[in-house]
T-cell receptor
Framework: GAGVSQSPSNKVTEKGKDVELRCDPI?????LYWYRQSLGQGLEFLIY????????KSGLPSDRFSAERTGGSVSTLTIQRTQQEDSAVYLC????????????FGNGTRLTVT | QKEVEQNSGPLSVPEGAIASLNCTYS??????FFWYRQYSGKSPELIMS????GDKEDGRFTAQLNKASQYVSLLIRDSQPSDSATYLC????????FGKGTRLHILP
């Protein structure tokens, strides 16, 4: 079946603009995760969803970041008033359930803020 | 102590040799562990999962888990240049904790 799909694959935006990143998880996967990875760095956890609920938002870097998930499926990560330090690859992953299920990653969205 | 620790490397191994990647973790009660491989510029992909003490083999890969000593390792036999990547150790219970990864370089 189809894997995790993310769009756009690349996004260049001007500082101060808002951006919206989309993630379409594997069908039937209840858990969805957002990570950020700067060049040469490890994965930075942002937020996860169990169904449409996000129990832990503590990983979001600032109040400019928000995320939602609807219908237990597609998720969007929104960054308002983008800053240059927001430039990174944003990775989405899904898993069958929380706990012991492995994560399946999308190809990521490379965000560049100029 | 960090929750999941890995040597960042790079670890250089001659082609055909065994590559040994190690990971230690801090929570003795942790149950589930995964190894992911990440090529430069690509997303992580699952290599192996391990939940019980002992060894688990899959082709050229063997994962080892020792809960008493709180370490998990990944052995890659007959290393190939295509194995050159960053390997991420992941501890997964109610939280998912990624290690920083070990860069592996297979020397042709």
């Amino acid at each position: 079946g189809a894997g995790v799909s993310q769009s756009p694959s690349n996004k260049v935006t001007e500082k101060g603009k808002d951006v919206e990143l989309r993630c379409d998880p594997i069908s039937g996967h209840t858990a969805l995760y957002w990570y950020r990875q700067s060049l040469g760095q490890g994965l930075e956890f942002l937020i996860y969803f169990q169904g449409n609920s996000a129990p832990d938002k503590s990983g979001l870097p600032s109040d400019r970041f928000s995320a939602e998930r609807t219908g237990g499926s597609v998720s969007t990560l929104t960054i308002q008033r983008t800053q240059q330090e927001d430039s990174a690859v944003y990775l989405c992953a899904s898993s069958f359930e929380l706990g012991n299920s492995p994560l399946h990653f999308g190809n990521g969205t490379r965000l560049t803020v100029t | 102590q960090k929750e999941v620790e890995q040597n960042s490397g790079p670890l250089s191994v001659p082609e055909g040799a065994i590559a040994s990647l190690n990971c230690t973790y801090s929570d003795r009660g942790s149950q589930s562990f995964f190894w992911y491989r990440q090529y430069s510029g690509k997303s992580p992909e699952l290599i192996m999962s391990i939940y019980s003490n002992g060894d688990k083999e899959d082709g050229r890969f063997t994962a080892q888990l020792n809960k008493a000593s709180q370490y998990v390792s990944l052995l890659i036999r007959d290393s190939q240049p295509s194995d050159s990547a960053t390997y991420l150790c992941v501890k997964q219970d109610d939280k998912i904790i990624f290690g920083k990864g070990t860069r592996l370089h297979i020397l042709p």
